[in-house]
């Protein structure tokens, strides 16, 4: 790993970026500071913190791997275990549905997105400028992958004590109330356990339009059962479509 981040910084270095780079590592250390969280070994934060696309601009050859993707993979299991250990500790009596259904929600991407965006994450990410004029720095996918990116590192760094104390004061902080809301109901499954409670086959979703170019598309799905169209939902991708049609086949059931 740290032969990767030598070969960024270096590259960076060669390069003699005398604007963004250096603005960039002051960023970084608000970032710290808004995290209350100072790193041993900064580069692993530069690490995290650099997208794949400014990669991928910068190192034409494309033999460098992403540390922000790598980083990522390994967050994402940390912010599991955390958040199931943390979970079990705090829900004595709940059933094991119950604690499982709660965990998918805080470890989703539109829950950690949420976050991130309290932590204006985005504006530390070093992006592409085609990333970043197409809006990168809001992208949930961008956005919760770099908050599993940003815990990744802070595990690096200092072990699963200090990424467990930021979990526990940037990611779970007020989720009782978090997970409440609507746009973290996932009515897909509503519908389908809905469905198979009553023996009822699950419903099929069919994409039924393609709307606006390529880097702005818009899908809308409508989702039926049997001949029935019981709901039909518009998003920026077809998870998102699907949703939206669940959730409108979800309030005509009463569910």
């Given amino acids: 790993m740290k032969k990767i981040i030598a070969r960024i910084i270096e590259y960076f270095g060669s390069r003699q970026i005398t604007e963004q780079y250096p603005r960039w590592v002051k960023h970084l250390h608000n970032l710290q500071k808004n995290i209350d969280y100072a790193f041993h070994d900064a580069t692993l934060l530069q690490a995290a913190m650099t ?38 500790q705090r829900h004595p009596d709940e ?29 530390y990410i070093l992006l592409s400028p085609e990333e970043q004029e197409s809006g990168g720095a809001e992208k949930p996918s961008i956005l919760s992958d770099a908050m599993e990116a940003l815990i990744c590192a802070i595990y ?30 996932n009515y897909k499954s509503m519908l389908q356990e809905h469905l198979q409670s009553r023996n009822q086959p699950p419903p099929e979703y069919v994409t039924v339009a393609e709307e606006g170019p390529e880097h702005n598309k818009q899908f809308i799905v409508d989702v039926r059962m049997g001949k029935k169209t019981m709901g039909t939902g518009k998003g920026a991708n077809k998870k998102a479509a699907h949703q939206e049609a669940a959730r409108q086949a979800c309030q005509k059931l009463g569910i």
């Fill in 51 to 88: 997208h794949k696309s400014y990669l991928r601009k910068n190192f034409n050859d494309h033999k460098i791997p992403s540390p922000f993707e790598r980083m990522e993979f390994l967050g994402d299991s940390i912010l599991g275990f955390v958040v199931a250990k943390e979970l079990f």
């Fill in 156 to 185: 690096l760094d200092s072990g699963i004590a200090m990424a467990t104390r930021f979990i526990r004061n940037y990611v779970l902080k007020d989720y009782e109330n978090v997970v409440t809301r609507n746009d973290l109901v």
């Fill in 95 to 123: 059933q094991e549905g119950i604690l499982s259904k709660l965990k998918s929600k805080i470890v989703s991407a539109t829950y950690l997105t949420l976050k991130a965006q309290q932590l204006d994450l985005g504006k």
